[in-house]
Each structure stands twice: as C-alpha cells, then as structure tokens.
C-alpha cells in the first residue's frame, strides 16, 4: 500500500537497542490506527539501523493484517520511536531522502536529535486525487541539522485534506503494496540507498490497479515481516480441515456458481413460471453453501478469574469484553458469542420478564433485611422472616449476600432510594409494592432488541454500559434487568461453527443467574470451568462445576487455568525440588551473567562518539547489542521453562483430581496466558509466535475447533454427495425434455407411471397410517407403559419422609454436607432408573424402524421405475437424483432422532437427578429460600421442619411425574414433527422433478430455448466430471 522508499544517507547509534513505537492518527477509529501502525513497523527497521535493533509495539496498540479494505477520506499518521531505556542513547540522521508513489513520507524531530531529542519520528499522509494523465511530483525530504524535515515539494505544504481527497484501500487491487515497503527495507540493507530515485508511477485512481500493473522491483518481502494470522494456525487433526478438502469444498461451491452463471444466461431465469428460475435459485444457494452444524462450548469461572480476557485471546479482539475495577456493582450477564459476516458488530439484548425481576428483587429484600434488622425487632418487623444469626460462617454469607443486595438496589433505582432505611423501617408488603412500581418505571426497555454498532471500541463500549457499572455513575444500571447478551462478530473461531458463551460461576450470589448458568451447563456441547493457576487444586468454582457434572452424568467438562505467566523464578527455586530447581538456577545464572556483562559494557561505552577513537566505539556498541540479544533470548528461555514446567505439573496433579468425573475420555485441561498472548501480537510473525505459543491460546482455539469438525466434515460429504448431484441431475432432465422423442402414447405411461410413484411415496411416508405420522403416539404409550405405569408415590413420599427422619437427627454443629435433592428423590430414582434405560432403547428400536422404512419406500420407488420405463432415456438420471434424495432424508431423519436423544438426556437430568434447575429442585426451591431467610436460635429445627413438610406432601410425587409425562410427550410431539417436516420437504422436491419429465410445458420450454439446452449440456457433463473427482477428495 506504500511506494518504495528509498534512503540517501542514514546512520543510527543507540545506546539503547529497544525501542518503543507509538501511532497517532487524526480520526478516532481503532481500525485506522491498527492500519497506521501496520505501516509504521514495516518501516522499524528502514528508521533504526544496526539491524539488531529491537522494536517493541507499545502496550495496547492493536495489529491487523493491512489486506483488511478500508475507505477514510481524511487520515494522516504521525508515527514516533522512543527508547525504552532512555538513559543513553545516540541517534544521529545525516540524510534522508524519500521517493514516493503517491503516499509523502517525512522524518524528522521535534528537536535536535542529539542526547536530548531521543524521539524521532515520521508521518504518512495519502496522495491526492489525479486524472488518469497525471504523474505525481516526486517529493524528497532531507533532514536538516537541527533534525526537522524540510520538502522538497511545494505539494508538502498543502492541506492534509486537500490532498487527500478520497482514500480507498483495497485488498485485491492494491496499487501500493506492502511488498513494495519490504523492497526499500531490502534496499537498505543491502546497501542500495546510494541509488537514484526513480520517478514515480502514474496512479489514476488510488486503490484500483493501474492498466497494465507492472511487478515489484524487489520481490523479496519476508513472510517473517507480515504478523501472525489466525487463520494460518494448524488446523485440527480432522480431515474437514485438510487444505486439499478444503480446497475442494471450494471448488464444488465455484461449481455451482458457474452452473448458476449459466441458468441465468438466458432470460427464463426471471420468469416465475419458469423452471429455469427455480434451479438457477437453487444453484444460488449451493454456490453460498456454509457447513450449518454448530457446536456451543461454555466458559464458567467466578469473577476475577480471567474469562472475559480469555474470551478476548480466543476470538482475536483485545478489548472487545472489558471488566471494570471501579463498578460500585457488577456482575456477570451471560454473553453468547456468534459468528455474522460483517465487519460491523451486532449486540442482541434479551432483558428479564417483570415477574421474573419481581422474584429476584423479593429475595434480595428478604436477604437485605435478614441482615439489617436487629433480633429485638424480629415479631414486630417481620416476624419470622428475621432472626438472630449465631454462625460465624453463616454471618458472613449474610453479610456477603446484604451487601449484594445493598449494591443492586442502589445500582438499579439511583436516587430513588436516597433513604435506605425504607427497606428495613416499613413492613415487607409495603416496600415490595414500591419496589415494584420502581422496576415498572426504571425498567428501561429501550436497551432490549438489536443494537448495531460500526467499530470495536463502539461495541466494547455498549457491552461495558450493558454489563457493568461504574461507581461515579448517576442514571440507573442496567444490568440487573438484563437475562442475556449476544453478540454477532466476524472472528475465524466462530466462522467455523462454534458459539462461545460467558457465564457466571455457580457461586454467583444472584441465585436466578446462577440457575441460568446451570441451564446452560446441562445443555453446552462442551464446559470449561476456569480458574487462576495459582489457585486451581484448591478452586471452589471448579469442584463446583465437577460436582454438578457428576450429578447430571456429564463428561463434557475441561479445566482452563489462566495466568500461566503469573510465576517468579525465586519462588521456583525455592519451592521445587531436583533437577526442575536446578535447572531454573542455571537458567537464571545464565541471565545474571549476561545482564553483568552489558553493565561492564555501559561502564566504559562513551556518551557519545566523539571521533576520537570511533573503531573502539563502534566495537563497544555492537557488543553490547549482540549481549542485549542473548539477554532477551537467555530470559525467554527461562520464562518458557518456568511456565512449561508448572503447566505439566498442575495439568498432571488436574487430571488425577477430577479425571475419574469424565470417565469416557482423558481430562481436557489447559493452562494460558493472555498476558502472554497479546504481549507481541502486534510484532511480525516470527517474532510473535514463540509468544504465542507458549500462551496455550493457540492450542485452546485448535481444540475448540476440533468440537466441531466431524459435523461439519458430515455436512460436506452430503453437500457434494447428494446435494449438487441432484440439481446437476435436475437440470440434465431439463435438457433432456426437449429432446422431443417421446410420442403421445408413450409420454401417457411416462405420466402414470411416475404419478404412481409420487402417490405411493406420499401415502407410505407422510399419510395418516404412516408410521411416521404415529411416533409420537407411539413413544407416549411406551413412556406410560415403561415408566409412568411404574410410579409408586406413597412408597417414595415415605421413602423422602425417611430421609427426613434422619436429618432430625442431625445437630446444627456437626451435620455434614448433604444433598437434600438426592435423598429426597432417592426412592423414585431406584424404581425409574431401568424402566428409563429399557424406555429409550425401545426408543431406538422403532426410530430404525421408522428410517427402514423410508428405505424401503425408496428402494420400491427406485426399482419401480426402472422396471416401468426400461428404456427411456432419462430413466438413469431420474434414478440418480431419487437416490441422492434417499440419502438426504435418511442422514436428516436420523439427525433429527441424535437431537431427540440428546434432549432425552437432558431430560434425565431434570427426572431423575437433583441439580438444582431439575423437576425436585424447582419443587423444593421455597422451601429453600424459606430455609436460607431463616436463622438465629432453633433456625435449624425450623429449617428441617420447612423442608419435611414439603416432602410429607402427598401430591409432590405425583407433580414431579405429571411433569416428567409433559416434557417427554412434548419431545415426541417435536421428533415427529421433525421427521414429517424433512419427509414432505423432499417429497415435494421429487415432485418438482417428476414435473421435469411429465410436465408439457418443461419439454416447451426447453425445446424452445436451444442455445440455452445446449450450454447447459455442456455444464452439466463438466459439473458432473468434477464432482466425482470433488467426491473422491472429500469423501475419501
């Protein structure tokens, strides 16, 4: 995108060989200052010479790949280097000249570039606007002796807008490459900066190829110096990913393209009667084919731990979800992550419904007031509902859960609730009624639906205003009223089918969260529970996340620990043992001797060079850099080996921890640093990558990735191997239609025969005596049959009632842990669990009952015809595209029933397990708050009698099995009409092609369009070549 640049005369010595690079533009845009300091660092090394000089992006400045298309009207870039260590340093530029294409291009200082003008610096600004006639000015700029750049061209001192006019950059037709900043960088190291500039190009319109676009001079860029891209990192191990199937899966796209091309050829394509208009709409959408399957993978971590960072690593977007220290309150709202081909960002908000806000804020009041009323108060105020704590413990959780509550209020009705005594000084029902009409006012339904935003820092910003909340802030919050947050971004993670999603821990104080977490934990594809590495043995949230796993008999569960850098080499040495310490020692004595070799460097190194001995000078100079390098390479190593050696060991102890909870694979853990991520993101690839991989966030995205693959690689065999052969098959009945050889008496056997074919196809496979049409009739009586016909409630009511005999017994003090949920349904899990199992094995039995029989029906069909229309031309072809039609409804049948069994898991849970969002925890919920809101002397006597008298209930039993015999019936009803959907989807498909051979007015159509018959006889004997060849590379 830049002309070469090529220097005259230009020397550097620094005492210092790191330095710092900063970017600013003149337009407020993150995109623009990304480009910006893209172009800057192809120019590092033109500025700064030895070439050993280290150049390091500053702390935040966002690196993009410059092929990214960007049109601004008015830019200009003022780029400065400054050294890290600026306590020595020399830098002295005799002579600078530069020679453009377009793009002027200035260095200089703001002083004398002596030891007090340490910060040299240069600008870019676009070319104006010229006609295709025009020739720019060549521009030289020389750098005077006081260090400011002088033009040489009156049309350096015009106006950055008058110059600029309308810049548009564009990947694919660039007229100023980046290659060609490589060549001038080549060029000086090579020594060429002594050659004569050369005029400049001719350049009619900036960002469009010039006619006859010549090659760059100097065809040696480096892939070293572009940075790291994302979607150049290994792929998974899946064969979806393997360039040659991609590369083929490409090709089959291009195809229908091309086949779309050519229906369109001919006016028929805009004809709504017209055949030719519905297979040129269908090669359309196969040309725009994208692997449909999706896979969710959930991140869940108590606060701190790093999750809105490490969402930030994996999807490449540095400040996309910010935390804020200063939030007075602030918690964490579930965040979906989805993928939108846009370069804009899309912000769905779904806000909590007014019931579902009124049982939130109930229970805060109640926590609040637990809290805040003092124990002589307890009959007057609120009766029961307050008593006198006497735990320690239990004190500060009612402390911790008051000042949640405290800080939600406050967030969320501001002045409203200037006197806070109104809460605990009124009677309950009072302070509910305003509390009520408050949310009814405040509520702000504005921020709820679609929200678009053009820019990162403008959707960084709206998700901060949506999630959290600063403490200086004056207008009511709005995250307590906000259920979910979704955010449509393009970013290569979830281009290829993944959904990230954000959620609180299961500690979260705000139990309706909480609840909303555990949903999503139940139904994700994948869990990773994430911690701090310095905490993660011991981490509560973890043993959480694994104890629900357990209880719900998920195996879909992975540890993240984040902060893998977080680790100091005294600290290693002091706490391992054996060669791992020994080996951290020498490392570290490697470092101490290289840093005490450049103090004795600095001791003897001059200021400056004063010409009196400039040999010795130069000699000192160079050593010192080459000592400066093995420092950083010797610290790296040390670094690597500190946070490979712990990640081996927490990884290990991990696995042995809680690998026994995923019994059916190996344990996925990963310890990362974001830290480490993005600290040379920014730097040219070869730089940046060790960097990269050792933050593990490179292997975090592969394994993410992986989750996905096999559906995606299912979705392009079908693709390539039923769905472009039917409509190649369609459009070959097309022109063979009117081939015109069929006489009257013939063409009347055709019709019946295949009218026969369509009723028969419709009556076996969709008519009311189907089996298709009865599954779900079906599958309720063998629910009633195996399971519900097996209910015995009075035994497992005495069974609860048993368990809470037992608890009577328990003395606050010493009880142990326990989980009420499973002991009370203990009794109802022994009868149900086999019936269950035998139940979705029957389920099984007559799902591939069912797909036979959309095999057989077929099969029939198929034979069928080619008994009937022996003969016939199109017979072979009719029976290729019924076959790929055969093959779509069997893989779609059979994937509507893996979505009804992992529904029937779910649904397991609920029944037969005691998470808390299962059937009995819903059941039991009030009598839990009633047990939690309640404390003080004979609290746990209370507690017991509010849980045994919800279990004595005689129709607690019989609600959990009404509710059971729901859900499944509403399962079935959906299968069915699951199935029956994909079954007349293709049934009217195979009508449209028998229409193809049957119908009159095809055969005119294509009888009287020949140029177009004959095109597309050309394409489909092409598209047919090369999808056998396609199919043999995906298909394998």
Not at 866 to 880: A, H, I, P, R, V
Request: some cysteine; aromatic content about 6%; overall charge negative.
């Amino acid at each position: 995108m830049l002309a070469p640049v090529h220097a005259r005369t230009l020397t550097s010595r620094t005492a210092s060989s790191i330095f710092h690079c900063s970017v600013s533009v003149r337009k407020d845009d993150d995109v623009v200052k990304s480009f910006a300091h893209s172009i800057v660092w192809q120019y590092a090394e033109f500025l700064f010479v030895p070439s050993t000089t280290t150049i390091v992006p500053i702390p935040g400045v966002v690196f993009v790949d410059t092929s990214t298309a960007l049109s601004y009207p008015s830019l200009r870039i003022d780029a400065k280097f400054r050294p890290v260590n600026t306590s020595r340093q020399h830098l002295r530029v005799r002579r600078l000249a530069t020679e453009h294409s377009g793009w002027p291009f200035s260095t200089g200082a703001s002083s004398r570039l002596d030891n007090n003008a340490r910060t040299p610096s240069f600008s870019f600004s676009p070319p104006p606007p010229s006609t295709p006639t025009q020739h720019r000015t060549v521009t030289s700029v020389v750098t005077s002796p006081n260090g400011t750049a002088s033009p040489r061209s009156p049309d350096e001192t015009e106006s950055v807008a008058g110059r600029l006019g309308n810049m548009n950059l564009t990947p694919r037709q660039p007229s100023l490459a980046m290659s060609d900043v490589g060549a001038a960088i080549a060029d000086v190291a090579n020594g060429l900066d002594e050659q004569t500039p050369r005029p400049a190009a001719s350049s009619p319109d900036f960002g469009r190829p010039s006619p006859s676009p010549s090659p760059s001079p100097h065809p040696r860029l480096k892939a070293k110096k572009l940075p790291h891209n994302v979607k150049d990192e290994k792929p998974p191990s899946n064969r979806f990913h393997d360039p040659t199937v991609q590369q083929a899966f490409g090709e089959a796209k291009t195809l229908m393209s091309s086949l779309a091309n050519a229906l369109g050829s001919s006016s028929l394509h805009v004809n709504p009667d017209s055949t030719i208009q519905r297979l040129h709409r269908q090669a359309q959408d196969l040309s725009r084919f994208q692997c449909p399957s999706t896979r969710t993978v959930g991140f869940v971590g108590d606060s701190g731990v790093g999750k809105s960072s490490l969402l930030n690593s994996l999807l490449d977007n540095q400040h996309l979800a910010r935390t804020s220290n200063s939030g007075a309150a602030c918690t964490c709202v579930v965040t979906e992550y989805h993928y939108h081909d846009s370069r804009d960002f899309v912000i769905d908000v779904e806000l909590f419904s007014q019931e579902k806000l009124m049982d939130q804020i109930t229970e805060l009041l109640q926590t609040y007031r637990r809290h805040h009323l003092p124990s002589e108060e307890n009959e007057t105020a609120v009766g029961a509902d307050v008593r006198e704590v006497e735990d320690v413990g239990e004190v500060k959780d009612v402390e911790e859960q008051a000042k949640v509550a405290h800080d939600t209020f406050k967030a969320m009705f501001r002045d409203r609730l200037k006197d806070e005594q109104v809460l605990t000084t009124k009677p309950k029902d009072y302070v509910l009624s305003t509390l009520r009409s408050w949310v009814l006012e405040a509520r702000p339904s504005q921020i709820g639906g679609i929200k678009t935003r053009s820019s990162l820092q403008e959707c960084s910003d709206l998700l901060m205003h949506l999630t959290s909340e600063t403490a200086e802030a004056t207008e009511p919050a709005v995250w307590p009223y906000i259920r979910k947050i979704k955010v449509f971004l393009d970013s290569h993670i979830l281009s290829k089918g993944l959904v990230l999603v954000d959620l609180p821990g299961l500690r979260d104080l705000n139990s309706a969260r909480r609840m909303i977490t555990e949903r999503y934990l139940v139904e994700c594809d994948e869990i990773f529970a994430v911690c701090n590495i310095g905490r993660a043995m011991t981490d509560v949230g973890v043993f959480s996340v694994f104890e629900l796993a357990q209880k719900a008999k998920l195996s879909n569960v992975g540890i993240i620990c984040t902060r893998s850098d977080d680790i100091q080499a005294s600290e290693a040495v002091r706490d391992w043992t054996g060669s791992s310490a020994e080996r951290v020692q020498k490392l570290s004595n490697n470092v101490s001797t290289v840093q005490s070799e450049i103090s004795n460097i600095v001791l003897v190194l001059p200021d400056e060079d004063t010409g009196e001995d400039s040999d010795c000078y130069n000699k000192l100079f160079r050593d010192k850099h080459k000592a400066e390098k093995r420092l950083l390479q010797h610290q790296f190593k040390l670094k690597k080996y500190l946070i490979e050696t712990r990640n081996t060991d927490i990884i290990s102890k991990l696995q042995t921890q809680y690998g026994d909870a995923v019994p059916a694979r190996t344990l996925q853990v990963f310890c990362v640093s974001n830290t480490e991520y993005w600290a040379k993101r920014s730097m040219p690839r070869d730089d940046a990558l060790p960097s990269l991989e050792l933050s593990c966030i490179l292997d975090l995205r592969k394994h993410c990735l992986s989750i996905v693959a096999d559906t995606q690689l299912e979705a392009a065999k079908q693709f390539v191997v039923n769905d472009i052969p039917a409509l190649v098959g369609d459009v070959a009945l097309w022109v063979q239609s009117g081939a015109g050889s069929t006489d009257a008496e013939h063409k009347r056997a055709v019709r019946e025969t295949l009218d026969e074919v369509e009723r028969r196809l419709k009556k076996d496979l969709a008519g009311r005596s189907s089996m298709l049409s009865k599954i779900a009739k079906s599958f309720v009586e063998d629910f009633k049959t195996h399971v519900y016909d097996n209910r015995n409630t009075d035994d497992w009511t005495q069974s609860a009632i048993a368990a809470g005999s037992k608890w009577n017994e328990w003395t606050h003090p010493v009880g142990r842990w326990h989980d009420w949920n499973e002991e009370i349904i203990a009794g109802m899990v022994t009868d149900l669990a086999v019936p269950w199992q035998r139940l979705c094995s029957s389920f099984g039995d007559e799902i591939e009952q069912a797909i036979d029989l959309v095999d057989e029906s077929m099969e029939w069909a198929l034979e069928f015809l080619e008994d009937e229309l022996d003969g016939f031309s199109f017979t072979m072809t009719l029976s290729q595209v019924l076959l790929c039609h055969k093959n779509t409804m069997l893989a779609e049948a059979q994937k509507a029933y893996d979505n009804f069994e992992n529904s029937l898991s779910t649904l397991r849970v609920d029944a037969l397990s005691g998470i808390r969002t299962s059937l009995i925890g819903q059941a039991m919920e009030s009598s839990y708050k009633a047990c939690n809101l309640d404390s003080g002397g004979g609290s746990h006597e209370r507690r017991k009698g509010y849980i045994n008298g919800t279990i004595a209930r005689q129709d607690l039993f019989r609600n959990l099995m009404r509710d059971f015999r729901r859900r499944l019936n509403g399962l079935a009803d959906s299968l069915q009409a699951d199935l029956l959907t994909t079954i007349r989807a293709h049934l009217a498909m195979i009508d449209e092609t028998l229409d193809l051979i049957r119908r009159e007015n095809v055969a005119t159509e294509s009888e009287g369009n020949p140029e177009l018959r004959s095109r597309l006889g050309e394409e489909v004997s092409l598209a047919t070549e090369k999808t056998r060849l396609i199919q043999q590379v995906i298909v394998g």
